[in-house]
């Protein structure tokens, strides 16, 4: 089980940023479909739909499901192509990417964005900062609803993308201001700063949205936490559900931008303040409607919720709920697990300080089982520094170093090392490292596990690694 990285992979938009050619760059083709037939082939563009263009890939499916359209391909070759579709027809095309523009960028200027606390030579993906509604829509993405243009605004209520997801913040417009970092020249401001205007809108138009705070102390904690939450209830049902989420600072934050960390105390300040609100909710509203995330659970060390407190975990991938439901599913899983294994396997499970606080209880249970001996190795970040504690921002040099140290310790073999799949993308860790390199490395080799129990109980029954 590991920690939900609560800042959101970049890799799906990267190469879609850096693609603003007209139209959408066909993948591939169904043989035997429309498009095959008329000559499409991978590499084309679809550039219009009855005349009009495509912008992406949510405006594609909604314009082609049903209707009966004519499609515009320019070809590889320079020509066009014409194929009609009737109602009943699939074109038969996949895309290359998921937005055909440019993805919209964000012009916000928040103290705590990531994106600021990364150095220079990391993935390239990483560095897009986008606050596109396309990608909170597809994705779950969370956007500030800063730059959406009234055309924007139209095409979300015309095509009906819900939910959304919204980083709120704060509802107080002066206070929000200050944590998008949106500077005020002579009284007036060219992004305004509202929240609660965009969001009514929303909620006319019954677009559900799922909202994020992250808490800053002495900035959006306390009576303004209080005013935001109470603010957002008001529109519920079309704000389903709030995250709050503690504030990341690491050791790269530039000094102008630098905030206060969030102690053990402002995380008992914090649950304190919601814990009576999320039972106003649930009398009024019937449900919690504010959820805190793990890390201020685990900081503050106070007990985690139970399993119904999350409510179908709405916010789970915001890192809500996640060790409850770890925990929910190892009471079930750890039923299936063997008595005995048939030979000897010394296992080095690799994961972030937060992960190694969650999960003492299933290592010793894993070490009841014959011919099993199972270490926890705490990665700690050496590129975000150690107060970035979750698995899914290991670096794959710093998971290489501490296995390579645990390899000295470790007196049986053969001996192998679990590491959680959140810690990559695309088969690379933050850094570029793939599990090879971690290998070559630490000398220990090197089996990416699936999350929650399953990928526990997979690893156990393959074949040890040598």
């Known amino acids: 089980m590991e920690l ?158 819900s939910p959304m997801y919204v980083s709120v913040h704060a509802t107080d417009p002066e206070v929000r201001a200050r944590l998008l970092g949106i500077a005020s020249r002579n009284g007036s401001r060219a992004v305004d700063p509202d929240i609660m205007g965009p969001l009514r809108r929303l909620a006319r138009a019954r677009i559900q949205v799922h909202c994020q705070i992250v808490l800053c102390p002495g900035i959006n904690d306390g009576d303004v936490l ?23 600072v690491g050791k790269h934050m530039p000094p102008k931008r630098m905030l206060a960390h969030l102690t053990k105390a402002d995380a008992a300040r914090a649950l304190a303040t919601m814990a009576p609100l999320q039972r106003q909710f649930l009398r009024l509203l019937g449900t919690r409607f504010a959820f805190a995330a793990d890390e201020l659970y685990l900081l503050a060390e106070a007990p985690i919720p139970g399993h119904r407190h999350y409510e179908g975990f709405p916010q789970l991938e915001d890192g809500i709920g996640i060790t409850r439901l770890f925990q929910h599913r190892w009471a079930h899983a750890k039923r299936k697990l063997p008595i005995r ?82 810690a990559l993308r695309d088969g690379r860790f933050l850094d570029d490292l793939t599990p090879a390199d971690v290998e070559a490395r630490s000398g220990v080799p090197v089996r990416v596990v699936a999350p929650w129990p399953r990928g526990m109980l997979e690893a156990l029954s393959a074949e040890p690694l040598s």
């Open 341 to 422: 294994l048939p030979a000897p396997r010394w296992v080095a499970f690799a994961t972030a300080e937060l992960g190694a606080k969650t999960l003492g209880n299933v290592v010793a249970r894993l070490n009841a089982i014959g011919n099993l001996h199972v270490d926890m190795v705490v990665v700690h970040n050496s590129l975000f520094g150690e107060r970035i504690s979750v698995a899914g921002l290991m670096m794959g040099a710093d998971v290489a170093n501490a296995l390579a140290n645990w390899r000295t310790r470790a007196a049986a073999e053969p001996a192998e090392a679990w590491v959680p799949a959140v």
């Open 4 to 161: 939900a990285n609560t800042y959101p992979s970049r890799d799906v938009i990267a190469s879609a940023d850096h693609r603003h050619r007209l139209g959408g760059v066909i993948q591939s083709v169904a043989p035997g479909s429309l498009a095959d037939a008329a000559g499409v082939r991978p590499g084309d563009r679809l550039v219009a739909l009855d005349g009009r263009p495509v912008t992406d890939l949510l405006d594609y499916r909604f314009r082609t499901s049903g209707e009966s359209v004519v499609a515009l391909f320019h070809l590889q070759d320079g020509r066009t192509l014409e194929v009609p579709k009737s109602a009943d027809e699939d074109l038969g095309i996949d895309f290359a990417d998921e937005v055909f523009d440019r993805v919209q960028i964000c012009k916000n200027n928040c103290p705590f964005c990531f994106i600021y606390q990364l150095p220079k030579g990391m993935r390239r993906s990483l560095y897009v900062k986008d606050d596109d509604y396309r990608l909170s829509f597809a994705h779950g993405n969370y956007v500030t609803l800063t730059n959406l243009s009234e055309a924007d605004f139209r095409r979300i209520e015309e095509q009906r993308l």
């Open 226 to 248: 209080v005013r935001t939450l109470l603010d957002l209830a008001s529109l519920h049902p079309c704000t389903q559900s709030v995250a709050v989420v503690p504030v990341a």
